[in-house]
């Protein structure tokens, strides 16, 4: 060693000096100890400091990745052949262009062109309308043959089976064999009814597709809480309402109508930009459901008190049919453009005269039945009743026709082939069904 040790002075030979010196070692030790201990702690401070801060950076990432990601999917370009969105001048209110999330409190406002287009539009939908309900199509299956028709299919594996349910259901106007489906699965679903294939598996909503509708003939766009592009199979179009929505939109040629809470919207498909809000205050709770009018200018919409009201896209309120009890969970017009069905939770299904604005049918069902889904056929001969089972009227006679009670839980949704060729049905059973002879 460098230094000798050196020897205990003579002092400390005596019991009494040995024991003050070990006395005083032992508290040098503690001291130390005491120390190390504090440091230690320190140390253990700063490290649970640095993972949180570790932690938190961790989240914003993932947070500003995810905005990322939406914004990489809100910024795709229309399609080929869509309009694209006019720079909106700072004195008017912001519009969202195509492909951006629009805010609900964000409106354009009803402008005198968007108004012309509509009622143009609508002229040439009530022209053929009329048109087609001259005669009834010679193709339209009979009575009874449709009273013979049977399940002939059943897809059970068409979305997820971890979580079930198929919520909507519609068909391509033009080819009634594409079926177009949303489930609980946050899947929207196209499905081959000849080739009994799924075409396309359409992903990118964040909660369960409550409503679907096929575009009409010409129109591109296909409509759910999102929108998307049948011929890219891409995300065309994102519409955000400002809060939960109760249903999904219906679309009427290139605009869109969607419903949350208390209020009702309108909106341009093509562009994104809202046209329209309207909060009806004397209903004073939310709606649960709403269809347009085969001419396109009117639509109607239900409520959890019992309210079925008629407006038109002015935001003017044309008709008000009371009569329900419980919540409105479906409503249907009819093709001929006369007549509106309308259920509730009250286990019956009501018929409304629209030129006498009065109730002029009801079919009471068993009680607790559940109604989810009404239509009329596209001739406006049958209608068909979805939810504890199915059921088919004949119109005019209201008459029952057939039911069904194939699917293992509640029925919620059924449509028409073209001329009644075959009904098909989907259910919280997740299965898709079809029937026919």
């Not at 140390?43 to 993972?51: C, K, M, P, V």
């Not at 009409?216 to 809060?243: D, F, K, T, V």
């Not at 009806?280 to 001419?295: I, R």
């Not at 509106?340 to 604005?357: G, P, Q, Y």
């Amino acid at each position: 060693v460098s230094h000798p040790i050196r020897p205990k002075p003579p002092s400390s030979t005596s019991i009494p000096a040995i024991l003050k010196s070990l006395q005083d070692e032992w508290d040098a030790v503690m001291l130390h100890s005491f120390t190390l201990r504090q440091q230690l702690q320190t140390t253990r401070q700063e490290l649970s400091h640095a993972l949180y801060q570790h932690d938190a950076a961790c989240r914003v990432i993932a947070r500003l990745t995810k905005e990322v990601t939406l914004l990489s999917l809100a910024t795709l370009k229309p399609q080929a052949g869509l309009a694209v969105p006019q720079t909106v001048p700072t004195s008017q209110p912001t519009a969202v262009g195509a492909g951006e999330p629009m805010e609900m409190g964000e409106q354009v406002g009803m402008t005198p062109d968007i108004i012309q287009k509509l009622q143009d539009k609508a002229t040439v939908l009530t022209t053929e309308r009329k048109k087609r309900g001259k005669t009834v199509p010679e193709e339209l299956v009979r009575s009874e043959d449709l009273s013979k028709y049977r399940q002939v299919a059943s897809h059970a594996g068409i979305h997820s089976a971890s979580i079930p349910g198929i919520l909507a259901l519609d068909l391509c106007p033009s080819d009634t064999s594409k079926v177009l489906t949303g489930g609980s699965d946050k899947n929207v679903v196209v499905f081959d009814k000849n080739a009994e294939h799924i075409i396309a598996t359409l992903k990118g909503h964040a909660k369960r597709v409550t409503s679907v509708v096929y575009p009409l003939p010409g129109e591109p766009a296909l409509s759910s809480p999102s929108l998307l592009s049948l011929s890219l199979l891409s995300l065309m179009q994102c519409i955000i309402p400002l809060s939960h929505a109760v249903a999904a939109g219906y679309a009427v040629f290139i605009y869109i109508f969607f419903f949350l809470s208390q209020y009702w919207a309108f909106s341009d498909v093509q562009t994104g930009r809202i046209l329209t809000k309207v909060t009806d205050e004397t209903a004073g709770c939310a709606l649960t459901c709403a269809q347009f009018h085969p001419d396109g200018l009117i639509f109607g919409t239900g409520t959890l008190d019992s309210q079925i009201k008629i407006w038109d896209l002015k935001r003017i309120e044309r008709a008000n049919f009371p009569g329900h009890s419980g919540p409105i969970t479906t409503i249907a017009f009819s093709e001929n453009g006369y007549y509106l069905a309308t259920a509730a939770d009250d286990s019956s299904v009501k018929l409304w005269d629209l030129r006498k604005l009065k109730n002029f049918k009801t079919i009471q069902l068993d009680d607790h039945y559940e109604v989810k889904s009404l239509i009329f056929d596209q001739s406006g001969t049958y209608l068909a009743i979805g939810g504890t089972d199915i059921r088919i009227y004949m119109c005019k006679q209201w008459s029952e026709v057939l039911s069904f009670t194939e699917h293992g839980g509640v029925v919620t949704g059924v449509a028409f082939g073209q001329h009644a060729q075959f009904l098909t049905s989907t259910g919280m059973d997740r299965s898709l069904r079809f029937y026919s002879l």
